[in-house]
Protein backbone atom coordinates (compact mmCIF):
# COMPACT_ATOMS: atom_id res chain seq x y z
CA UNK A 1 0.00 0.00 0.00
CA UNK A 2 1.26 3.37 -1.02
CA UNK A 3 2.08 6.32 1.57
CA UNK A 4 -1.03 8.12 1.84
CA UNK A 5 -3.28 5.42 0.15
CA UNK A 6 -6.78 4.96 2.76
CA UNK A 7 -7.18 1.55 3.89
CA UNK A 8 -9.94 0.63 1.51
CA UNK A 9 -12.26 -2.09 3.03
CA UNK A 10 -14.14 -4.64 0.29
CA UNK A 11 -17.56 -4.66 0.59
CA UNK A 12 -19.57 -7.64 0.62
CA UNK A 13 -20.83 -7.37 -3.44
CA UNK A 14 -17.40 -6.86 -4.09
CA UNK A 15 -15.33 -8.85 -1.54
CA UNK A 16 -17.14 -11.84 -2.20
CA UNK A 17 -18.64 -14.13 0.53
CA UNK A 18 -16.32 -14.06 3.14
CA UNK A 19 -16.61 -10.26 3.68
CA UNK A 20 -20.08 -10.59 3.65
CA UNK A 21 -19.81 -13.44 6.85
CA UNK A 22 -17.39 -10.97 8.63
CA UNK A 23 -20.03 -8.11 8.07
CA UNK A 24 -22.72 -9.99 9.67
CA UNK A 25 -20.67 -11.32 12.56
CA UNK A 26 -19.61 -8.09 13.37
CA UNK A 27 -23.19 -6.64 13.44
CA UNK A 28 -24.20 -10.20 15.93
CA UNK A 29 -20.80 -9.14 17.74
CA UNK A 30 -22.89 -5.66 18.97
CA UNK A 31 -26.05 -8.03 19.71
CA UNK A 32 -23.87 -10.23 22.06
CA UNK A 33 -22.54 -7.60 23.71
CA UNK A 34 -25.65 -5.62 24.36
CA UNK A 35 -27.62 -9.12 25.62
CA UNK A 36 -24.38 -9.37 27.97
CA UNK A 37 -24.63 -5.75 29.48
CA UNK A 38 -28.55 -6.94 29.79
CA UNK A 39 -27.63 -9.88 31.69
CA UNK A 40 -25.13 -8.43 33.73
CA UNK A 41 -27.30 -5.29 34.84
CA UNK A 42 -30.53 -7.88 35.66
CA UNK A 43 -27.92 -10.23 37.60
CA UNK A 44 -26.56 -7.70 39.84
CA UNK A 45 -30.12 -5.49 40.23
CA UNK A 46 -32.64 -7.68 40.04
CA UNK A 47 -31.68 -12.03 39.36
CA UNK A 48 -28.08 -12.88 41.16
CA UNK A 49 -28.69 -15.98 39.39
CA UNK A 50 -28.45 -14.41 35.83
CA UNK A 51 -25.03 -13.70 36.85
CA UNK A 52 -23.93 -17.17 36.03
CA UNK A 53 -25.38 -17.10 32.50
CA UNK A 54 -23.78 -13.71 31.90
CA UNK A 55 -20.47 -15.38 33.09
CA UNK A 56 -20.56 -18.47 30.55
CA UNK A 57 -21.66 -16.06 28.00
CA UNK A 58 -18.96 -14.29 28.28
CA UNK A 59 -16.70 -17.34 27.75
CA UNK A 60 -18.85 -17.91 24.60
CA UNK A 61 -17.77 -14.30 23.70
CA UNK A 62 -14.17 -14.82 23.60
CA UNK A 63 -14.73 -17.35 21.59
CA UNK A 64 -17.00 -15.62 18.83
CA UNK A 65 -14.14 -13.10 19.38
CA UNK A 66 -11.83 -15.28 18.49
CA UNK A 67 -13.15 -17.04 15.68
CA UNK A 68 -14.01 -13.10 14.52
CA UNK A 69 -10.31 -12.39 14.03
CA UNK A 70 -9.36 -16.04 12.18
CA UNK A 71 -12.00 -14.75 10.11
CA UNK A 72 -11.05 -11.19 9.69
CA UNK A 73 -6.73 -12.59 9.27
CA UNK A 74 -8.25 -14.79 6.00
CA UNK A 75 -10.00 -12.17 4.78
CA UNK A 76 -7.28 -9.79 4.79
CA UNK A 77 -5.23 -12.65 3.26
CA UNK A 78 -7.23 -13.15 0.28
CA UNK A 79 -7.23 -9.28 0.39
CA UNK A 80 -11.34 -9.64 0.72
CA UNK A 81 -11.03 -7.62 4.12
CA UNK A 82 -8.40 -4.96 5.15
CA UNK A 83 -6.35 -3.76 7.50
CA UNK A 84 -8.14 -2.07 9.95
CA UNK A 85 -11.08 -4.89 10.30
CA UNK A 86 -8.22 -7.13 11.58
CA UNK A 87 -7.01 -4.56 13.82
CA UNK A 88 -9.94 -3.66 15.44
CA UNK A 89 -10.91 -7.65 15.95
CA UNK A 90 -7.53 -8.45 17.85
CA UNK A 91 -7.98 -5.29 20.02
CA UNK A 92 -11.49 -6.77 20.27
CA UNK A 93 -10.60 -10.45 21.21
CA UNK A 94 -8.11 -8.61 23.45
CA UNK A 95 -10.40 -6.11 25.47
CA UNK A 96 -13.47 -9.18 25.74
CA UNK A 97 -10.66 -11.63 27.48
CA UNK A 98 -10.03 -8.86 29.67
CA UNK A 99 -13.33 -8.10 30.23
CA UNK A 100 -13.79 -12.13 31.04
CA UNK A 101 -10.60 -12.19 33.59
CA UNK A 102 -12.36 -9.27 35.33
CA UNK A 103 -15.76 -10.58 35.55
CA UNK A 104 -14.51 -13.55 37.43
CA UNK A 105 -11.75 -11.33 39.28
CA UNK A 106 -14.52 -8.91 40.63
CA UNK A 107 -15.45 -11.06 43.41
CA UNK A 108 -12.11 -10.81 44.97
CA UNK A 109 -10.99 -7.38 44.00
CA UNK A 110 -13.06 -4.40 44.27
CA UNK A 111 -10.93 -2.82 41.54
CA UNK A 112 -11.45 -5.28 38.82
CA UNK A 113 -15.08 -5.05 39.91
CA UNK A 114 -14.67 -1.50 39.24
CA UNK A 115 -13.09 -1.82 35.71
CA UNK A 116 -15.38 -4.38 34.25
CA UNK A 117 -18.39 -2.05 33.85
CA UNK A 118 -16.23 0.55 31.69
CA UNK A 119 -13.84 -1.79 29.73
CA UNK A 120 -17.82 -3.41 28.29
CA UNK A 121 -18.86 -0.16 27.26
CA UNK A 122 -15.40 0.34 25.89
CA UNK A 123 -15.95 -3.23 23.84
CA UNK A 124 -19.52 -2.11 23.29
CA UNK A 125 -18.42 1.05 21.49
CA UNK A 126 -15.64 -0.69 19.22
CA UNK A 127 -18.01 -3.31 17.98
CA UNK A 128 -20.16 -0.40 16.99
CA UNK A 129 -18.28 1.14 15.20
CA UNK A 130 -16.98 -1.60 13.42
CA UNK A 131 -20.24 -3.10 12.86
CA UNK A 132 -21.40 1.08 11.39
CA UNK A 133 -18.21 1.14 9.42
CA UNK A 134 -19.12 -2.35 7.71
CA UNK A 135 -22.48 -1.53 6.85
CA UNK A 136 -22.09 2.39 5.99
CA UNK A 137 -19.60 1.83 3.74
CA UNK A 138 -21.60 -1.15 2.02
CA UNK A 139 -24.64 0.48 1.82
CA UNK A 140 -22.96 3.52 0.27
CA UNK A 141 -21.73 1.36 -2.60
CA UNK A 142 -25.48 -0.21 -3.78
CA UNK A 143 -26.25 3.55 -4.29
Known amino acids: MA ?4 DVEPVAGRGGTLALVYRWMAALF ?3 VLAQAFMGGRGF ?3 PDTLDIHGRAGE ?4 YA ?3 LILAGIGAVRGQIGRTSVVLSAILLVLVFVQLI ?3 SSEDSDTA ?3 HLPNG ?9 NAMRLWVRDSRAMR
Not at 3 to 6: E, N, R, S, V
Open 102 to 104: LGY
Open 60 to 63: ATVL
Open 45 to 47: YID
Open 113 to 115: AAW
Open 3 to 6: IGQA
Open 66 to 68: LIH
Open 30 to 32: VIL
Open 121 to 129: VLIFGLTVA
